[in-house]
Nanobody
Framework: QVQLVESGGGLVQAGGSLRLSCAASGSIFSINRMGWYRQFPGNQRELVAAVTSGGTTNYADSVKGRFTISRDNTKNTVYLQMNSLKPEETAVYYC???????????????WGQGTQVTVSS
């Protein structure tokens, strides 16, 4: 079994910063792409940022220059540093990881439980 555990969400004032962490554990052979998504009430999840195992990153246009995604492959952990947060970015943030549990298995996507980020005006 694979588990993704997120932490770091909370309440912050507009213009403030938060750092999210997501640690993968369990039966892991390799982790490919890791990413952060967010979901606004009544909407689908949208990509915020992602990073490949080689370190290539991509970001939603709305967060470029303010958010930074990084990963520590030794800890199977991905981070999202969020600066200059805006009230409209209040959402539940989810971690996703594409994981291979053994050399003989396909890659599957796993999701964390979500962490609430609330930005007050």
């Amino acid at each position: 079994q694979v588990q993704l555990v997120e932490s770091g969400g909370g309440l912050v004032q507009a213009g403030g910063s938060l750092r999210l962490s997501c640690a993968a554990s369990g039966s892991i052979f390799s982790i490919n792409r890791m990413g952060w998504y967010r979901q606004f009430p009544g909407n689908q999840r949208e990509l915020v940022a992602a990073v490949t195992s080689g370190g290539t990153t991509n970001y939603a246009d709305s967060v470029k220059g303010r958010f930074t995604i990084s990963r520590d492959n030794t800890k199977n952990t991905v981070y999202l540093q969020m600066n200059s947060l805006k009230p409209e970015e209040t959402a539940v943030y989810y971690c996703k990881a594409d994981i291979q549990t053994s050399a003989l298995r396909f890659v599957y996507s796993y999701w964390g439980q979500g962490t609430q980020v609330t930005v007050s005006s």
